[in-house]
C-alpha cells in the first residue's frame, strides 16, 4: 500500500493518514492480508521518492504482487502475477 503527500504540512493536517486509511478501508474490505504500508513525503513530480523506489523494487523482486494507491479520491490497484 503506497500514501503520499506533498510536503510536511499537508502530513500535518492528517492529509497522508487519511489516504492511508481509505485505502487500508478498501484492502482490509477485499479481504487481502500481509500489506507492507509505505508513505512518502515528496512532490508527485519527484523521481526521488525513496520510499517508492523501494516499493517498486520489492514489485520486481516479486516480494509483493499489488500495490494500492488513492489516486483523485479513488483506490487504484495495479497488479501482477
Same mark, same amino acid.
Given at each position: 500500500?503506497?500514501? #503520499?503527500?506533498?510536503?510536511? =504540512? !499537508?502530513?500535518?493536517?492528517?492529509? %497522508?493518514?487519511?489516504?492511508?486509511?481509505?485505502? #487500508? =478501508?478498501?484492502?482490509? &474490505?477485499?479481504?487481502?492480508?500481509?500489506?507492507? =504500508?509505505?508513505? @512518502?513525503?515528496?512532490?508527485? %513530480?519527484?523521481?526521488?521518492?525513496?520510499? +517508492?523506489? !523501494? +516499493?517498486? =523494487?520489492?514489485? #520486481?523482486?516479486? !516480494?509483493?504482487?499489488?500495490? &494500492? /494507491? +488513492?489516486?483523485?479520491?479513488?483506490? /487504484?490497484?495495479?497488479?501482477? @502475477?
Amino acid at each position: 500500500m503506497y500514501g #503520499r503527500v506533498s510536503s510536511h =504540512e !499537508r502530513k500535518a493536517r492528517g492529509d %497522508l493518514s487519511r489516504q492511508v486509511a481509505h485505502v #487500508r =478501508e478498501t484492502v482490509v &474490505f477485499r479481504g487481502w492480508q500481509d500489506i507492507v =504500508e509505505i508513505t @512518502d513525503v515528496a512532490s508527485g %513530480l519527484s523521481a526521488k521518492r525513496q520510499r +517508492l523506489i !523501494r +516499493l517498486m =523494487e520489492m514489485a #520486481r523482486q516479486g !516480494r509483493i504482487t499489488g500495490i &494500492f /494507491a +488513492l489516486r483523485q479520491g479513488i483506490v /487504484a490497484i495495479y497488479w501482477h @502475477d
